[in-house]
């Protein structure tokens, strides 16, 4: 393994069809993401990157798009002040800290930007998950049960919150496993 290869970044139009690839080996698996196919065009996803509302980072790993998170702002007057997070890493790239290397600097970018509440959603399935979540100073504010049908059985769409503005950076900071551009 190259040190250094690996580099996260904010996503430029250029990686639009590398975002499209990763968000649909993700979606194949089944079992993490609502929808299974990825329903946008090359062009529509170069569409999402350029709006500066949002926050679009890369995972890169010798040119490839390993991982993309995307926080995207309510778009209107009366939810201005939130985002949702999502975010997918292709199998063989998790666990290296790219995960919570994306979402602290997102939960940065939400200071920054002053987006009082950062939301995202998450199958009850996905344990490992909203462990992560937890470390990193998301808390479950509710859930609707039974709301997916995932792998034959029923799950809760689990919904969490972070407070950006009270957030300390960092929390759950992990030693990346392999060396960072920047
Ligand atoms: C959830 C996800 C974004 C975390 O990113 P990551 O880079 O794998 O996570 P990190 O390396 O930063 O952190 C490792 C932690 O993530 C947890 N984790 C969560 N889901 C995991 C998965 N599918 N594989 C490996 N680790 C996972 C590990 O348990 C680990 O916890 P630990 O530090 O207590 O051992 C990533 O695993 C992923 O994309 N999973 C599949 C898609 C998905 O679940 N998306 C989120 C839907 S809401």
Not at 98 to 116: D, K, P, T
């Amino acid at each position: 393994m190259e040190p250094y290869s690996y580099e996260i970044r904010t996503a430029i139009p250029s990686d639009a069809s590398g975002i499209i690839e990763c968000m649909q080996s993700v979606m194949s698996e089944k079992i993490y993401l609502v929808s299974e196919v990825y329903l946008y065009t090359e062009r529509g996803q170069k569409e999402i990157l350029r709006n500066p509302d949002d926050l679009n980072l890369v995972t890169v790993f010798r040119r490839e798009v390993v991982g993309t998170m995307n926080i995207q702002r309510g778009i209107y007057k009366k939810n201005r002040h939130t985002a949702n997070l999502g975010i997918a890493i292709k199998k063989e790239h998790r666990g290296k800290g790219f995960g919570s290397e994306m979402i602290n600097r997102g939960i940065r970018w939400c200071r920054e930007e002053g987006i009082v509440k950062l939301n995202l959603e998450v199958f009850s399935s996905n344990e490992d998950a909203i462990r992560l979540y937890e470390k990193l100073g998301f808390k479950i504010e509710g859930s609707r049960k039974g709301q997916f049908l995932v792998d034959e059985k029923y799950v809760d769409d689990v919904m969490m919150t972070v407070y950006p503005m009270e957030h300390l950076d960092d929390v759950g900071k992990t030693n990346l496993s392999h060396g960072m551009d920047h």
